[in-house]
């Protein structure tokens, strides 16, 4: 059996504030450190998402420049290949408009020299030869010209339309190749 002096009671008083006053630190220290831990963890995963989703805006964004841009691009070329069309067809029509009127001066020529030949006939059957070979001569001057005219006409539009079609191919192209990806 102990008996408990004054002093001693005293002591472990002491010694009982002492090891409530330092577990309560710890106990304050653990709390700290465990909120600051859990601080620090938040702000992480927090800068790590704003990180992420600043970086997904800068890829969208970027994304959007790059299609802008494509789509200027594309516009821009479209308007050229227009642009080239139409000139082709100025200088086809012009072609095709020397070509009729060339052609209409040789039947004028021709049909001078026929109606001189007509009036030159001494006779009635060379009046009708000469207005018989001047026909022949006309119609057939008329199919080569208008197979001419045909072919020019088919060429001129096969190069008017060259541009535009290449834009067409190029868009179809874009089109697919995403949904090939």
Do not use: C, W
């Not at 994304?63 to 691009?73: I, M, R, S």
């Not at 009046?127 to 001129?156: R, S």
């Amino acid at each position: 059996m102990t008996i408990k002096t004054a002093k001693t009671a005293k002591t472990e008083t002491v010694k009982t504030y002492d090891d409530v006053v330092s577990a309560s630190k710890e106990g304050v220290e653990k709390f700290v450190a465990t909120g600051k831990e859990n601080v620090e963890k938040v702000v992480k995963l927090g800068t790590e998402a704003a990180e992420k989703v600043m970086s997904y805006n800068r890829q969208r964004v970027d994304a959007a420049v790059k299609a802008y841009d494509e789509l200027t691009g594309f516009n821009k070329q479209t308007v050229e290949a227009v642009v080239s069309a139409g000139n082709v067809t100025v200088k086809g029509i012009e072609s095709l408009n020397a070509e009729v009127l060339a052609f209409a001066k040789h039947q004028i020529e021709d049909s001078i020299a026929a109606t001189k030949a007509v009036f030159g006939a001494k006779t009635l059957q060379e009046v009708f030869e000469v207005q018989q070979d001047f026909a022949k001569a006309t119609f057939d001057a008329y199919m080569a010209e208008t197979t001419k005219i045909g072919e020019l006409t088919a060429k001129f539009a096969q190069d008017a339309f060259a541009p535009i079609n290449a834009q067409v191919q190029a868009a179809v192209e874009r089109a697919v190749k995403p949904l090939a990806a």
